[in-house]
C-alpha cells in the first residue's frame, strides 16, 4: 500500500506530489496514458514514488485525480467499483470554458456532488483553490496556504486533513459536500483575477486566505 495516489503528470499532480513528498507520504502517481510522464516527474520529485498509468490497480485509500472534470467523470467510469472505500478528493474546478463566465455543472450542484454520484468513493472537495504554482512551497508571502476542505463523511474529511496539515498547509473545514458549490465558485474567482489583465498583480500565483481575527 501506498499512502496517496495521484493521477495525472500536470502542474496540479507536480504541486500535490511534492506537498506529499514534502509530508514523508509515499505516492502511487498515475500518468493518463503515457507512464514516462510519470516516471519523469517521480525522478524530478525525489521521495518515495511508484509510477504507473491510469488502469493501474489503485494502492491507496487516498486518491487524487489531478485532472479537468471530464477527465475525473472518465476515472471514476473507469475504477468502478474499485474506488469503494476509498476517499476521492476533487480538486477540479469545472470551469466553462466555451464562455469562461460560469461553470459547467448543473444549477444546484457540483463538480463534487456530481463525482460523488457516480462514485462508490467518498468525495471530499479539497484543493481547488491554491494554484499550482504555489503548492511547490505550500506558502504565499510567508503564510501557509489555507486549503478550504467541504465534505459529508468524518473519517473522509479527517484524512484529507491530516494529509493538508502534514504538507505544512492550513486545514479549513468549510462545511458539509455541498459547499463545493462556494469553493467552486470561489476557485473560479481566484482564476478570474489572474485572467484578468486589468490586474497585473495576479500572476497564478496568489492564494485566498481567511485570516481569523485571533
Ligand atoms: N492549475 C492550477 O493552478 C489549479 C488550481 C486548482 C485546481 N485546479 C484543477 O486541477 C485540475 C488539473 O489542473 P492542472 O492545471 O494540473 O492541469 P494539467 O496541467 O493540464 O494536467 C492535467 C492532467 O490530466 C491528465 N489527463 C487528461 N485526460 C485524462 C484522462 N481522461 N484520464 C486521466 N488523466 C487525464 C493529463 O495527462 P496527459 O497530458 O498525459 O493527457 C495531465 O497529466 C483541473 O481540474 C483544475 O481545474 C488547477
Not at 510519470?38 to 521521495?47: P, Q, S
Not at 496556504?145 to 491530516?162: G, K, R, W
Not at 470561489?186 to 485566498?208: C, E, K, M, R, V
Amino acid at each position: 500500500m501506498t499512502d496517496i495516489t495521484i493521477i495525472g503528470t500536470g502542474n496540479m499532480a507536480r504541486g500535490l506530489a511534492t506537498r506529499a513528498i514534502a509530508a514523508g507520504k509515499s505516492v502511487q502517481l498515475l500518468a493518463h496514458e503515457d507512464k514516462a510522464k510519470a516516471e519523469t516527474l517521480a525522478t524530478e520529485l525525489g521521495g518515495q514514488v511508484s509510477t504507473g498509468v491510469v488502469g493501474d490497480e489503485l494502492t491507496s485509500n487516498l486518491v487524487i485525480p489531478a485532472v479537468y472534470f471530464d477527465a475525473a467523470k472518465d476515472i471514476v467510469a473507469r475504477y468502478g467499483d474499485s474506488l469503494a472505500g476509498k476517499v476521492y478528493v476533487d480538486i477540479t474546478n469545472p470551469v466553462d470554458f466555451s464562455t469562461f463566465d460560469g461553470l459547467a455543472v448543473p444549477a444546484h450542484s457540483s463538480a463534487a456532488e456530481e463525482l460523488q454520484k457516480a462514485t462508490a468513493a467518498t468525495v471530499v472537495k479539497a484543493f481547488n483553490t491554491t494554484f499550482a504554482a504555489t503548492l511547490g512551497e505550500g506558502a504565499v508571502a510567508g503564510q501557509a496556504l489555507d486549503v478550504l476542505i467541504a465534505a459529508d463523511d468524518e473519517a473522509a474529511t479527517q484524512a484529507v486533513v491530516n494529509f493538508v496539515t502534514a504538507a505544512g498547509l492550513n486545514a479549513i473545514v468549510v462545511g458539509p459536500q455541498r459547499r463545493a458549490r462556494q469553493l467552486e465558485q470561489t476557485g473560479f474567482l481566484h482564476i478570474l483575477l489572474s485572467a484578468n489583465d486589468q490586474l497585473p498583480a495576479f500572476q497564478w500565483n496568489s492564494a485566498l486566505a481567511v485570516v481569523p481575527a485571533a
